[in-house]
């Protein structure tokens, strides 16, 4: 017998399972609301001018695919660093941070995961319920029992603030907490401003170790307001980690570009997290890749691209937020015995619903239309083409 016969089998994710399914269906209008792509009004993936610029440029120079340090270039370091703290910031001053090129956002959750896990190999890691699936098992998979901390009421459509912050107040010290910075994965609720600064006093004062999570940047309020809670965190002088995602914010999704950033309460220290990064980096893949980063870097450190970039980004945060406010205008206008209005306070490329299991089993059954089974739908897929579909079909199932 094969040695991979004892192959644990496990299922996909629910996402990656319809994900598949998906793809297998044959009805040619299917509509797919489960993975987390932003389309334009075309219903296509855009490819950012700003971006095909800074490819064109690469290409013209002729510039050779050399390895890349470790860690990543100093101008494409530098550049996360200005976008998640802002220029000249006292954290940046203070040289407390330290920024690794990732492997999307994913591969930043994971470096700093097994960061984490030599440093505090019996920390409890602590996420939101619910949270982007791949949460728990990413930091299981690191060696970590994964908890969870209340987020979510369904009956309210928000946010439980107060059972959050009793949660961490209740952790172990030198606990992990897992926060989303802005575009809450899956329910698109956020915490707001006062929230936020009550959850960083309640790290700070609870030893806890926050790792923010920041997979949509420039897709809630603007680049600036998304920074808030890496902000907060930079200013209350703590050690924390940032795992930023560019898949959405550049539309480079395939490219798998992030960045890991580590920041210390101790800027003695810094070099030291580095050097660990840099290790564990190393014995997993060497180096990471050039293309994405050569394009986020010259973006980033460009002037006149990163204004046409931000531009765009602004557009297709805007183009969400008019999709969210036709979706509930179509919605409300079927009087279907709820209310939709949920959704327009809600913030990013993703909706929880309020659709059931059995409701968006039928959304898939009768109309080809793909949602998540916890009702979530991706907003950002929605357009002036397929809103009516997708409402006459999400009126079908509710009533
Ligand atoms: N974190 C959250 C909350 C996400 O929603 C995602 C993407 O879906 C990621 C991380 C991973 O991003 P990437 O595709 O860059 O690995």
């Not at 200005?82 to 959750?109: C, D, H, I, P």
């Not at 609870?206 to 902000?231: K, S, T």
């Not at 930023?244 to 539309?251: D, G, N, P, T």
Request: proline share 5%.
């Amino acid at each position: 017998t094969s040695l991979f016969q004892s192959a644990p089998s496990a299922p996909l994710d629910p996402i990656m399972r319809l994900f598949e399914a998906f793809h297998q269906e044959t009805r040619p209008d299917k509509i797919n609301l489960v993975v987390g792509v932003y389309t334009d009004a075309q219903g296509r993936v855009p490819v950012l001018r700003a971006v095909q610029e800074a490819e064109r440029a690469w290409i013209d120079q002729a510039r050779p695919k050399q390895y890349r340090p470790i860690e990543g270039t100093a101008g494409f370091r530098s550049g996360v660093q200005r976008l998640l703290f802002g220029e000249n910031t006292a954290v940046l001053q203070a040289k407390r941070a330290a920024t690794l090129q990732s492997v999307g956002g994913t591969g930043a959750l994971k470096i700093g995961a097994d960061v984490l896990k030599q440093l505090l190999p019996d920390a409890i890691v602590a996420v939101s319920d619910p949270s982007w699936e791949n949460h728990r098992a990413l930091f299981e998979a690191a060696g970590f029992t994964v908890r969870s901390y209340p987020y979510y009421d369904a009956t309210r459509q928000d946010v439980r603030a107060d059972a959050m912050l009793d949660a961490l107040r209740g952790l172990p010290r030198g606990s992990i907490v897992v926060l989303h910075a802005c575009c809450h994965n899956p329910t698109g609720n956020d915490l707001d401003p006062a929230q936020w600064r009550a959850v960083v006093d309640a790290c700070v004062q609870g030893g806890l170790v926050p790792f923010v999570d920041m997979a949509y940047q420039g897709f809630g309020d603007g680049l600036e307001e998304d920074a808030l809670a890496a902000r907060l965190f930079a200013e209350a002088g703590v050690d924390f980690l940032v795992a930023s995602s560019f898949s959405k914010s550049f539309s480079l999704y395939g490219e798998r570009i992030g960045a890991l950033t580590l920041v210390s309460s101790d800027p003695g220290t810094i070099g030291r997290a580095e050097a660990l990064a840099k290790r564990l980096v190393r014995t997993n893949y060497s180096n990471p890749p050039t293309h994405g980063a050569a394009i986020v870097e010259a973006v980033l450190q460009t002037p006149a691209l990163y204004d046409a970039w931000t531009e765009e980004l602004a557009g297709m945060r805007h183009r969400i937020h008019d999709m969210r406010t036709r979706l509930v205008q179509a919605l409300d206008a079927q009087d279907l015995g709820r209310g939709f209005s949920a959704i327009t306070r809600q913030k990013g490329m993703f909706s929880y619903s309020g659709l059931t299991p059995t409701q968006a089993e039928a959304l898939r059954a009768r109309h080809g239309i793909y949602a998540l089974d916890t009702g979530r739908i991706c907003v950002a897929a929605l357009n002036p083409g397929n809103l009516p579909r997708v409402v006459d079909a999400i009126a079908d199932v509710v009533r």
